[in-house]
């Protein structure tokens, strides 16, 4: 437990010599990011993951065998705009390779243009979700996570990935058997909390208010990482260089 609270505490607020400096706790505010985003997607554009490509190619399956309640297009739609976000996400993912904080300050900056573009489509509609404005926002939202996961890997924080949690969990679990390497306990389960925490806001302000109130939350803290990570960029490489 000792360990546990030491890790989280690092995580939160790293010291001086941690070798990810200041990334790992903007890591966790995007993990919030893609609860939010995923609980608009999944209850407001057709039960579809814009974030959790296994339960697309899930969904994709049950609705090729007939399932009700799911759509094959806007799975595939999803998937779609999630790879050509992954495929864009990879030329700066290696060109910024050596300076994290501004490929880090790059891909938010244009998450949160779309995510913007994505609350513009839904005010613009009145919260009227017809399949115009359900594809729109498929499309959108999913280029945004698609580019995120893709930078988050190449910014190669262990623990830290801000999109999947199948193998957190799995971590968690399986490397606290005795003679286990416990590696980040605190980071798995503040990935755990943060996704949690930013499903509930998203679910509470959708199922209460409108669309574009968890769209507006997202594209908040979408800014507040980018403004943040460019801050941190501008005073030369320094902790933000990849260890070794």
Do not use: C, W
């Not at 010291?15 to 995007?30: I, N, S």
């Not at 910024?96 to 949160?112: D, E, V, Y």
């Not at 945004?144 to 801000?162: C, E, H, K, S, Y």
Request: no cysteine; proline share 7%; aromatic share 4%.
């Amino acid at each position: 437990m000792s360990k546990l609270l030491t890790d989280v505490a690092r995580t939160l607020v790293p010291p001086r010599g941690d070798p990810h400096g200041p990334l790992p706790p903007l890591l966790v505010v995007l993990t919030v990011v893609t609860g939010v985003v995923d609980a608009v997607s999944y209850l407001a554009l057709g039960h579809v993951f814009v974030a959790n490509m296994t339960g697309n190619v899930v969904f994709l399956g049950f609705a090729l065998a007939g399932a009700s309640g799911l759509s094959a297009p806007s799975s595939l739609a999803a998937m779609s705009a999630f790879l050509v976000g992954a495929l864009a996400g990879g030329r700066p993912a290696r060109r910024f390779a050596a300076h994290r904080g501004k490929l880090l300050a790059l891909s938010t900056s244009l998450q949160t243009v779309l995510v913007a573009a994505a609350l513009v489509v839904s005010a613009a509609a009145h919260a009227k979700v017809t399949d115009g404005v359900q594809y729109t926002l498929i499309v959108l939202l999913g280029l945004g996570m698609g580019l995120q996961n893709a930078v988050v890997r190449g910014i190669g924080v262990p623990d830290l990935n801000t999109t999947v949690l199948t193998m957190t969990l799995t971590g968690l679990a399986a490397d606290s058997a005795p003679g286990g390497d416990p590696g980040h306990p605190g980071r798995r389960v503040l990935s755990v909390l943060a996704m949690f925490t930013g499903a509930f806001l998203g679910a509470q302000l959708l199922l209460h208010t409108r669309l574009e109130a968890p769209l507006g939350l997202a594209l908040l803290l979408l800014a507040a990482v980018s403004a943040t990570a460019l801050r941190l960029s501008r005073g030369g490489p320094g902790r933000l260089t990849p260890p070794g």
